[in-house]
């Protein structure tokens, strides 16, 4: 009966707003339906509801307490008004499920304008299930106004929830514990979390675990003082990116679980740190979680070691003069111990332990502390090396910025590359480089061009002589640090594979460094505090490259024994790579036969007078340095040999006492050099050249410059029929070029002659294109000539020929005359007659030779016409002088 009550009066009520409705006049300006207006509910959970009228909105519930508000899709609500009571269902709607919580919005109810009171309401779920029966406490009551919007609250019972974000704090108050395994703190990648509720009785209840968070390492100051109220006080922490639901109350995590990135598990703590939090209901709760840290962990104990090498080398006081790292940096410590590794000039491995220092610039001082034989691990240890003074910009020798493996793969190109650069050969002459530009070819007589110098910059244009041009390392004695010794300790470091100490005040190494069973490339470089030579090195197994330069202070007996030592010892046929430039050496000892796999050997400014035995075909140089030695002649073996060539690409042997070339190699090898350099000595020929017994060479470029007492052009070359592509004989005294020279089955090779500075005054007619059709380059600058040569025109591949500087045993200048018809020659592109005694010019100038010099010939008379065009469009380079008379092109002259 009470049901068909209500209908009855919706009934009426829904005629009497019909009436309402046809009753009403339109004015023309309020097109709102009369006496009508919308009511919306919106539900809240009790624990969160704070109005102002909660007591209104508050409820008994009928049913039990909802899990989650989202539940909820749809309300019936039951309202009375004028004694008559209304029920409508209504749709319920938020963004989502997790705004939800904060509260759901009824779609509009249009009632007439009265009074209403809101009896009772029913929660629907998805399914029009019934979830939730609530009735209102007495005072629920709103009003609706003509064309207005009243909105009214509904309070649910619903399980109070928070949201939680987790961070993982460092926790150090049990730092003498072990680990199960050791890892650091930034490796943790993922974490399992188990909480549970805390009663008032302090038990746990009600546990959730939390599966697989991503975590994320930061490195930050410490602003809240977490760790350590020092200014500027730097910590790291892990925060979890996603957040957790959980109902509110006081919570406690009662175990964890790391992972790392490849989801391992890394430690399971099933009794962390107290870690508590407590959870509101919609409110954003900021949980950490301590993790706990082990002073026994063994990268631990590296951080520790770090820092008392730093105070040990007078860290307060270091700063920084490199380029890797800001001016004046130093090592901080003013942060938590497990990021001590963080420090410039210090590399760690993925496990912390610290693999590389590096404190090369930072200018420290003192001795060593003995902590540095905590570091294990460490593969590489830099306290000085020689290019301390970053006189080379980019030192391939060193390439720090290359990984381990790939420098260890490519060791010998490095320093192969470095022994290049600071022993630049003997270099051609400038008209020459050009010709090789203009080829496209580059070797090393022209390496000095390529990097920027002028001629005048690389030779002594009086004598031709080359210039000392070569980037120095550290000077001898310079000192860049203050090291004075190493502790014992130092042989613990069985890992070690380089270690540089240079440019120091260390006196002596300790006997315990010998222990160092992995290292393979060691200097000592310019220690000249060092007064013997340090034996211990010499009984290292595993060495491969080794810089013994510039500790000049060693006496000759004490280098000799240690290098007699070291080519006995158990690295001996182990060691590639050799540098003992800029000591005392006298005698280059026959032990070094029993380095097989030496290929870099580097002896240049020593003393050396004696090779005491040939050292065999099996050593077998890739670059071999002499240089600036007081050697007179080169043993040779039963065989011929004095070494091995199968990989050489430079054997320099300059300024020394040699009187001949020595016959050491063999034009029959199918092996070619690339240079060899006996250029600043004393020859005046070559061993065997007058018994037959000379065996000749097959090399790319061969040098003979500077030996004035050479004197003819070396025939020899040509009854061996040895193999040259580039030959250098500037400054030789040379005044004949013997009949024969060029004939030979190897003459095509021949493609560059560099016969500057010397006395010839004629060219066999012999050197023409049938004996050298490849020719490109020839260069008789300071010469006698009176008569042009043409012979080297005959080869159509003449692309410079040089003639500057032609002067009789007077002095005067003798070349006047112009070669006629040269611009016919099809491949000439420069053509050098600078300094002579040129006067008029009669004849076509060619724009395909591009390059001319005709500078400092004061009687000159030179018709530009043919050019002018083209000189001015800055496609043809003439040296000239405003001097000279220059007809036809008025604008050379402005």
């Known amino acids: 009966m009470k049901r068909f009550c209500n209908i009855v009066c919706v009934a009426l009520l829904g005629v009497a707003m019909l009436l309402s409705v046809g009753c009403s006049e339109d004015g023309g300006v309020d097109n709102r339906e009369q006496n009508y207006g919308y009511a919306q509910f919106k539900l809240y959970k009790r624990a969160s509801y704070s109005s102002d009228e909660s007591a209104e909105a508050s409820t008994r519930a009928v049913q039990s307490t909802l899990d989650y508000l989202s539940q909820a899709y749809k309300v019936k609500v039951t309202l009375v008004y004028d004694d ?75 399980t109070p929830r928070g949201k939680t974000h987790f961070t993982l704090q460092k926790d150090f108050s049990s730092f003498t514990r072990a680990a199960e395994r050791e890892y650091t703190f930034d490796e943790i990648s993922k974490v399992n979390l188990t909480v549970a509720q805390v009663l008032s009785s302090g038990s746990v209840v009600n546990s959730v675990r939390i599966e697989q968070l991503s975590a994320k390492f930061s490195l930050h100051l410490d602003e809240d003082d977490y760790q350590s109220s020092e200014p500027n006080y730097h910590t790291s922490s892990i925060e979890c990116d996603s957040i957790v639901w959980l109902p509110a109350g006081r919570y406690r995590v009662t175990s964890y679980e790391l992972f790392d990135s490849n989801r391992k598990l890394i430690e399971s703590n099933p009794r962390p740190a107290l870690s508590e939090f407590i959870v509101e209901d919609n409110a954003l709760t900021e949980a950490d979680v301590k993790i706990t840290m082990y002073e026994s962990d063994e990268y631990i104990k ?116 470095y022994l290049s650069a600071i022993h630049p050969a003997t270099p051609v002459t400038a008209p020459l480089a050009q010709g090789f530009a203009e080829r496209g070819i580059s070797i090393s007589a022209t390496a000095l061009y390529e990097q920027g110098y002028a001629e005048r910059d690389i030779l002594d244009m009086k004598s031709g002589v080359a210039r000392e041009i070569r980037p120095m390392d550290t000077n001898h004695g310079v000192k860049c640090n203050g090291l004075r010794s190493l502790p014992k300790e130092i042989g613990e470091l069985q890992n070690l594979e380089y270690f540089y100490i240079a440019n120091s005040d260390i006196e002596s190494l300790p006997d315990e460094f010998a222990s160092l069973a992995a290292l393979t490339d060691l200097e000592i470089y310019n220690c000249s505090s060092m ?258 040569p043409y012979e080297p025109l005959d080869a159509a591949t003449l692309t410079v020929l040089s003639l500057r500087v032609q002067r009789d045993a007077n002095g005067n200048r003798c070349l006047d005359e112009w070669p006629t018809g040269i611009g016919s020659h099809t491949g000439l592109r420069a053509l050098y007659l600078g300094s002579n005694n040129l006067g008029r010019v009669v004849d076509t100038i060619s724009p395909y030779i591009y390059i001319l010099d005709i500078s400092d010939n004061p009687n000159i008379i030179f018709d530009a016409s043919d050019i002018c065009d083209y000189w001015r469009a800055g496609v043809y380079m003439l040296m000239y002088d405003k001097t000279q008379r220059i007809l036809n092109c008025d604008y050379m002259l402005e």
């Open 531 to 788: 007064k013997q030579f340090p034996m211990p090195i010499t009984q290292l197994p595993e060495l491969i490259s080794l810089n013994l330069s510039n500790n000049a202070q060693w006496s000759s007996e004490d280098v000799e024994r240690g290098m007699r030592a070291l080519a006995s010892g158990p690295s001996a046929e182990k060691i590639q790579i050799l540098y003992a430039r800029q000591n005392q050496l006298t005698v280059l000892p026959k032990e070094f036969r029993q380095m097989k796999k030496i290929g870099l050997l580097d002896l240049a400014y020593n003393r050396i007078a004696t090779v005491e035995e040939p050292l065999g075909k099996d050593v077998s140089f890739v670059q071999l340095y002499l240089d600036n030695n007081l050697l007179e002649s080169i043993p040779t073996d039963g065989d011929g040999y004095f070494c091995g060539y199968d990989d050489a690409e430079t054997i320099s042997i300059r300024s020394n006492r040699l009187k001949k070339v020595p016959n050491i190699f063999s034009a029959k090898s199918i092996y070619t050099i690339k240079s060899v350099d006996f250029s600043g000595n004393d020859i005046d020929g070559f061993e065997g050249e007058d018994d037959g017994s000379y065996r000749g060479i097959r090399v790319e470029t061969f040098t003979l410059a500077n030996n004035p007492r050479m004197k003819k052009y070396p025939k020899c070359l040509a009854t061996t029929n040895s193999l040259v592509a580039y030959i250098i004989l500037r400054g030789c005294g040379i005044t004949e070029i013997p009949k024969g020279s060029f004939v030979y089955d190897n003459s095509p090779s021949l493609m560059s002659l560099d016969l500057s500075y010397n006395r010839l005054s004629d060219l066999p007619y012999e050197m023409h294109a049938g004996n050298l059709p490849y020719l490109y380059g020839v260069e008789l600058s300071y010469n006698c000539f009176d008569k042009f």
């Open 84 to 158: 008559i009571t209304l029920s409508q269902t209504l749709t319920l709607s938020s963004s989502n499920a997790e705004s939800a919580e904060y509260g759901l919005r009824s779609s509009r109810l249009k009632l007439l304008t009265g009074e209403y009171s809101l009896i009772s309401f029913t929660l629907y779920d998805a399914e029009d299930e019934v979830i939730y029966n609530g009735t209102p406490e007495a005072g629920s009551r709103f009003s609706v106004v003509e064309g207005g919007l009243v909105v009214h609250d509904i309070v649910v019972d619903v």
């Open 302 to 417: 590296d951080y520790y070691a770090l820092y008392d090498i730093w105070k040990s080398l007078d860290g307060e006081n270091w700063y920084y003069r490199g380029e890797n790292y800001a001016k004046g940096a130093n090592w901080d410590f003013n942060k938590d111990v497990d990021l001590w590794g963080d420090q410039p000039g210090v590399d760690l491995h993925s496990n912390g332990r610290v693999a590389r220092i590096d404190i090369s610039n930072f200018g420290f001082s003192g001795d060593l502390s003995p902590a540095i034989g905590q570091l294990t691990q460490m593969v590489e240890l830099y306290l000085g090396t020689h290019n301390d003074t970053n006189i080379l910009g980019y030192d391939p020798s060193l390439s720090l910025d290359k990984s381990l493996e790939e420098r260890g793969r490519t060791r010998m190109s490095r320093h192969s590359e």
